[in-house]
């Protein structure tokens, strides 16, 4: 079975860091280009960064510009996003996603992992 | 930066009702918009991919169309499963802020 699973996410304060992980199986992970998506409660999608398939380019938000690091080892079939100097509007459910080759539809999402920045 | 508009925010509709859910782009994207439906507590599915492509194993009813700047997801025939939250994507980056279909 194709599959993303995140985990990783938690309560975290203010300042803090935290790294979150993206588990992949049933396909060629180091064939895809893989992207993280935010959601803050209650609110709408919000991409957050990507990399591709052989982790020598990314790009991220401007929200998250030099705070988020997204990076991969295709030897783990693992996607991370080591997060720092969280801000409490960071807080949202943050979902890996495979990026289909040709048209960038994301195909595969995994179930989301939470993560809280507060005091 | 593109930014993606959709209206309306919020719709309210009846089972068998026909939907349509607009998506503007602030510049022309040719065809890269995708279609996703998000139910409460779980991951965005894709529905639509190129503007107008079916994703396999969804249903007939729903229907992209589209090109440049404005685009829409048609939903020919509402069902109870349809309620739910739709995005569009500029693929593969900005999203709209969603469309909230509800029964009326």
């Known amino acids: 079975e194709v599959q993303l699973v995140e985990s990783g996410g938690g309560l975290v304060q203010p300042g803090g860091s935290l790294r979150l992980s993206c588990a992949a199986s049933?396909?060629?992970?180091?064939?895809?280009?893989m992207h993280w998506v935010r959601q803050a409660p209650g609110k709408g999608l919000v991409w957050v960064s990507r990399i591709n398939s052989d982790g020598s380019s990314t790009s991220y938000a401007d929200s998250v510009k030099g705070r988020f690091t997204i990076s991969r080892d295709n030897a783990k079939n693992t996607l991370y996003l080591q997060m720092n100097s969280l801000r409490a509007e960071d807080t949202a459910v943050y979902y890996c996603?495979?990026?289909?080759?040709?048209?960038?539809?994301?195909?595969?999402w995994g179930q989301g992992t939470m993560v809280t920045v507060s005091s | 930066d593109i930014q993606m508009t959709q209206s309306p925010s919020t719709l309210s509709a009846s089972v068998g009702d026909r939907v349509t859910i607009t998506c503007r782009a602030s510049?022309?994207?040719?065809?890269?918009l995708a279609w996703y439906q998000q139910k409460p507590g779980k991951a965005p599915k894709l529905l639509i991919y190129?503007?107008?492509s079916l994703e396999s194993g969804v249903p007939s009813r729903f229907s992209g169309s589209g090109s440049g700047t404005e685009f829409t997801l048609t939903i020919s025939s509402l069902q109870p499963d349809d309620f739910a939250t739709y995005y569009c994507q500029h693929s593969p980056w900005t999203f709209g802020q969603g469309t909230k279909v509800e029964i009326k």
């Open positions: 190129k503007a107008s």
């Open positions: 510049q022309s994207i040719s065809s890269w």
């Open positions: 049933g396909f060629t992970f180091s064939s895809y280009w």
């Open positions: 996603a495979r990026a289909r080759y040709g048209d960038s539809a994301f195909d595969i």
